[in-house]
Structure formats: C-alpha cells, structure tokens
T-cell receptor, first 109, second 112 residues
Framework: GIQVEQSPPDLILQEGANSTLRCNFS?????LQWFHQNPWGQLINLFY???GTKQNGRLSATTVATERYSLLYISSSQTTDSGVYFC???????????FGKGMKLTVNP | NAGVTQTPKFRVLKTGQSMTLLCAQD?????MYWYRQDPGMGLRLIHY???????AKGEVPDGYNVSRLKKQNFLLGLESAAPSQTSVYFC???????????FGPGTRLLVL
C-alpha cells in the first residue's frame, strides 16, 4: 500500500514566523487531506486537496500529484497553531485513507 | 448540528472484557470510519462502512467487529479486550469516500 512520509517530524517556532510542512507519497495519490490535532486531541480537517492550491486565512496547501507531494504553509504563526499536523491520502480507487505519522508544531509566544 | 459524537469519552477495561463504542453523526453522511491512534503511529483504519448495512475491513481489523444498522450510527465492538487494544479511538464520517472526513472527539480506552 501507499506510504506517507511527513517532514519535519518536529518544529518549534516563535509566534509570527512562517513554516512549511511537507508530505511525500510513495505512489500516485488522490483524496489527499490535511488535518490539525490540537493539544486537546480534537482532529480538524484543514484541507481536502487532491491537486492544486487552496488557501484558508493564514493557511494554504499545494499538492503536486504528478510528483507525489503536498505542502502545507502556515504564515504568521500563532500559539493556537500548536499541535500535530497530519497528511493522509488514499491510492487509486480506494476510499481508505493512509495517514502519515504526524508533525508536532510548537509555537512559542 | 452536533457533527460526529462518540460515546463513551473514556473507559477502563480488564483483559477479556467486552465493550461497544458508539459513533453517531447527524450530517447524513454515507461513509463512516473507525480509526485507532497510538503514540508515534498516526491514525490507522480499523473498519469502515460505505452505507447503511455495509462494513469493510481496514488496515488493522483483527480483534474488532463493527455494525452499521442505521445510517447515522456506526458501532465498534471489542469482544475480548487485550492490553494491545489500549489506544485512542476516533470515528469519522464523510459524504463519499473521496471527500473531507469529519472526526469525532475520540474515546480513550485503557485495557489492564
């Protein structure tokens, strides 16, 4: 099955800094999604982005399906951005999402 | 709308006991999923359902059973709990299999 690799595994930022999170996939992808898990454990869907670029406030995401990667950009980070970010995708016609192991972001005031 | 809800929030079991986790969604979604989250492992799919009356195996189905008797509910059962099933369990739902998944708040299960 598809393998999902996230980098970096951990990141510590000062409030106001920008960051880029990367997700690499071992095979062609579809159904690509980015999630944020806050420190209380709640999982929130950030983007459904099988291809192209989307923006939502300070967050944006780009998926280049032909090169099998996706990027999540966080601009002007805030302490509320802290938590774990997951990317996930399925392969071919499958509905089954495979998750990366996550990237822990800590934003200090 | 409550979205996706899970019952209970936390449970402690002894090895060999059984229990059922309930997931409910009020968004009229066809697809529902059960995942488990373990430290350093991300989320792994246990079972899923593509509609009322259907179930299918995910990545780690052993030791679990599921039922989808009503469209809005998806039940996860542990017939004989084992310490390896200590985890946080998340339910999710989506309109189709290729759309945004919405997650419940999770159930923390400890098996002693």
């Amino acid at each position: 099955g598809i393998q999902v690799e996230q980098s970096p595994p951990d990141l510590i930022l000062q409030e106001g800094a920008n960051s880029t999170l990367r997700c690499n996939f071992s095979d062609s992808v579809n159904n690509l999604q980015w999630f944020h898990q806050n420190p209380w454990g709640q999982l929130i869907n950030l983007f459904y982005i099988p291809s192209g670029t989307k923006q939502n406030g300070r967050l944006s995401a780009t998926t280049v399906a032909t090169e099998r990667y996706s990027l999540l950009y966080i601009s002007s980070s805030q302490t509320t951005d802290s938590g774990v970010y997951f990317c996930a995708s399925s392969q071919g016609g499958s509905e089954k999402l495979v998750f990366g192991k996550g990237m822990k972001l800590t934003v200090n005031p | 709308n409550a979205g996706v809800t899970q019952t209970p929030k936390f449970r402690v079991l002894k090895t060999g006991q059984s229990m059922t986790l309930l997931c409910a969604q009020d968004m009229n979604h066809e697809y529902m999923y059960w995942y488990r989250q373990d430290p350093g492992m991300g989320l792994r799919l246990i079972h899923y359902s593509v509609g009322e009356g259907t179930t299918a195996k995910g990545e780690v189905p052993d030791g679990y059973n599921v039922s989808r008797l009503k469209k809005q509910n998806f039940l996860l059962g542990l017939e004989s709990a084992a310490p390896s099933q200590t985890s946080v369990y998340f339910c999710a739902s989506s309109f189709t299999g290729k759309e945004t998944q919405y997650f419940g708040p999770g159930t923390r299960l400890l098996v002693l």
